[in-house]
């Protein structure tokens, strides 16, 4: 029979859960609560999962040719330019798709948020605005939903857990001013994963070269990329976040069709087709997308998600919710009062900009 440890008497009207410094208690035999576990899971497959993507970069860099590579599925329409004729998209066009995919047992609710024709401009001044506030109003309609007397049990979520940036190829240079500004801008608000698209178009050197002109310009820079270091991972988890910021800016390069493999060809390999033979997009020797796509879906995908909430909501939520209390101190103070010049009103506190 497992002894009981004996419950110790709270002061009325104090509340405290102190399980970091409760005793741990031997089992005399089987209770059953080791299958929550499963109950969790069971639950989480009922539901699906939802994960949220956004790409971010210059037109025609293959943004929307590398959704539809990572995900293996045709998701995003491949405009690109081909005539210099052709109008270039602009950033206000910033469009959602969503799309239910099943693997095994999970389901994932996927929406992806392109953004087209992203710096293509000759004005690019604060050309990111619009994406930076793109991903604080889902924030805030999140923020608005909790906050809601009768609110929905489980409210959508729309927060974006992840974006990829693509870099322009160019060898011999790192980071341009505005990819700069704009990975600072971003990388406060969301988990943002640097890409140097189209990279069939740099020699293995030059790649080598341009990696490490990128890394040192984040350096140089201060900005932060996904993943973060956390006081409370175990060195397993460090070693990995290492590894990975080790491999940033992933090499990437996207192809929407298959051919036959050249020694088996009976198997397809998705990748590009030149006169000198086929890039295999899952070719470790071709590019980096297999170990992005490894980080992506199969080692940080919940982490992404975690983070998004855990960092970034949690870090908006506080700010609006300091600023909604202000303001309404503010409004009892003066009662009758106007309301003072600079001061949010509970409406504006939301909204966040
Ligand atoms: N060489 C090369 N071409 C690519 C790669 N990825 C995409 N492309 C080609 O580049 C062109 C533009 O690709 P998209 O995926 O439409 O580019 P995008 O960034 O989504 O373009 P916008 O939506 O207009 O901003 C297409 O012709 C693609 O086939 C790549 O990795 N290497
Ligand atoms: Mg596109």
């Known amino acids: 029979m ?10 009325a ?16 035999g089987y209770v059953g609560f080791q299958t929550i576990t499963d109950q969790i899971q069971k639950r989480m497959l009922q539901r699906g999962f939802e994960f ?58 996927l929406s992806i948020t392109d953004t087209p024709g992203f710096a293509d401009t000759i004005n690019n001044d604060r050309c990111w605005d619009p994406i930076v506030k793109y991903i604080k109003d889902q924030h805030s309609a999140f923020l608005r939903k909790e ?31 505005l990819d700069v500004m704009v990975l600072k801008k971003l990388a406060d608000v969301v988990n943002v994963v640097p890409v140097i698209a189209k990279s069939d178009s740099l020699t293995l050197e030059e790649r080598a070269e341009v990696k490490e ?33 080790s491999l940033i800016p992933f090499c990437v390069i996207g192809a929407s069709s298959s051919f036959p493999h050249p020694s088996h060809p009976q198997k397809l390999i998705r990748g590009r087709r030149t006169r000198w033979g086929v890039i295999d997009v899952e070719d470790e020797r071709h590019c980096e997308f297999v170990y992005l796509r490894n980080f992506l879906m199969v080692t940080h995908l919940y982490d992404l998600i975690d983070t ?3 960092v970034h909501y949690e870090g908006f ?20 009062q106007q309301q003072q010049p600079g001061r949010p009103s509970s409406r504006q506190a939301l909204g966040g900009y």
């Not at 009207?13 to 005399?28: D, K, M, T």
């Not at 959508?156 to 790192?174: A, E, N, Q």
């Open 2 to 11: 497992a002894s009981v440890a004996p419950l110790s008497p709270r002061p």
């Open 13 to 28: 009207g104090s509340f405290s859960i102190e399980n970091e410094q409760a005793p741990s208690v031997p089992l005399g």
């Open 52 to 109: 949220n993507i956004m790409v971010v970069g210059q037109s025609g860099l293959g943004k929307s040719t590398f959704i539809n590579t990572l995900f293996n599925a045709s998701l995003l329409s491949s405009t690109g330019r081909t005539l210099p004729t052709t109008p270039i998209p602009q950033t206000t066009s910033i469009s959602t798709t969503t799309h239910t995919l099943t693997e095994g047992p999970v389901r994932l609710h």
């Open 147 to 177: 906050l809601t007397a009768q609110r929905e049990s489980r409210i959508r979520d729309t927060r974006i857990h992840c974006c990829l940036y693509f870099v322009k190829p160019r060898g011999g240079r790192g980071l341009s001013e």
């Open 213 to 245: 002109l990128i890394r040192s310009d984040f350096q140089k820079y201060g900005i932060n990329l996904y993943p973060y270091s956390a006081p409370f991972m175990t060195d397993d988890d460090s070693a990995i976040n290492h590894q990975i910021h």
């Open 308 to 310: 998004t909430r855990e």
């Open 317 to 336: 939520r506080a700010k609006q919710l300091l600023a909604l209390k202000e303001s309404s101190a503010g409004g009892n103070a003066g009662q009758g």
